[in-house]
């Protein structure tokens, strides 16, 4: 197959044909899912929450995901890979965005980046692409902020609306080829997707989004309790590792693993 390039998910956009993200952070989901023709894969800085166990995502360094994104993109034949840009590692200046971002690039083989922020990070946005290297923006509500944000909160209800639409328009206007959208109330998320150009992706952000995202262990089941309401559970990953498991422990306990053609003579 083809790779996956920026201008495809402009042109889906505007034949109006929705299209799927998940995030990966190792070889073979991202093979799995490069082949189940998921377009776009991101190496989230939730790996902080999926991966490592760290309660928010704002612990995680570049250090610890950059050998993750090499896994993803050694991975993917056609899947367009983006890496996201962890707490620290660009909010000081434009200049320490486009250093980490091309980390990212060089070591990490990352075909995009993606960092949070609207307006107040269009000139990192602008730094970096500058330089030739894709940008997906994130808006509404920004998981690196949730101490600032009051934790997991719906963003953009009432007039933050019309905000949301000028920080949207501000990382379009600074060069990002896309915009997530993350807790947006639908029909702002409806109105900002008809204004901009570049395609939006949502999470919890209502339908009418040009793509959506899920962190592939909430959208397959392996993440267990209360899921957000904005994720649907379309396997019941964990059941399948936990059934593997008890069964290979019982077997080893009562013998019966390895069997004769398990063993070499
Ligand atoms: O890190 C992440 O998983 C994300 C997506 C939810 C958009 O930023
Ligand atoms: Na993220």
Request: proline share 6%; aromatic share 8%.
């Amino acid at each position: 197959g083809k790779k996956v390039r920026i201008h495809h998910l402009r042109e889906l956009k505007e034949r109006g044909e929705p299209w799927p993200m998940l995030t990966a952070y190792d070889m073979y989901t991202a093979e799995l899912f490069d082949e189940a023709g998921i377009p776009v894969l991101l190496v989230g800085d939730s790996a902080a929450n999926n991966v490592f166990g760290y309660d928010t995502s704002l612990p995680v360094t570049v250090e610890e995901l950059l050998p993750l994104v090499r896994g993803v993109t050694r991975a993917v034949r056609r899947a367009l890979v983006v890496a996201d840009l962890p707490f620290g590692s660009y909010q000081l200046s434009p200049e320490q965005a486009l250093a980490t971002s091309v980390r990212f690039m060089k070591e990490g083989r990352a075909h995009a980046v993606k960092l949070e922020g609207g307006s107040r990070f269009a000139p990192h946005v602008e730094a970096i692409t500058g330089a030739g290297v894709p940008v997906m923006g994130h808006i509404g509500f920004t998981p690196q902020s949730e101490h600032n944000l009051g934790g997991y909160r719906v963003q953009g209800r009432g007039a933050a609306g019309e905000e949301l639409l000028a920080d949207a328009l501000a990382l379009q206007a600074a060069g990002a080829f896309a915009v997530v959208m993350e807790m947006v109330p639908a029909e702002v998320a409806k109105r900002i997707t008809g204004e901009l150009r570049i395609p939006t992706v949502g999470i919890g952000a209502g339908p009418d989004c040009d793509a959506q995202v899920l962190v592939w262990q909430d959208m397959a089941g392996l993440r267990r309790g209360r899921a957000p309401r904005f994720v649907r559970r379309y396997a019941d990953v964990a059941g399948v590792l936990s059934a593997a498991a008890t069964a290979f422990a019982d077997e080893v306990r009562r013998g019966e693993f390895p069997a004769p053609e398990h063993a070499f003579q």
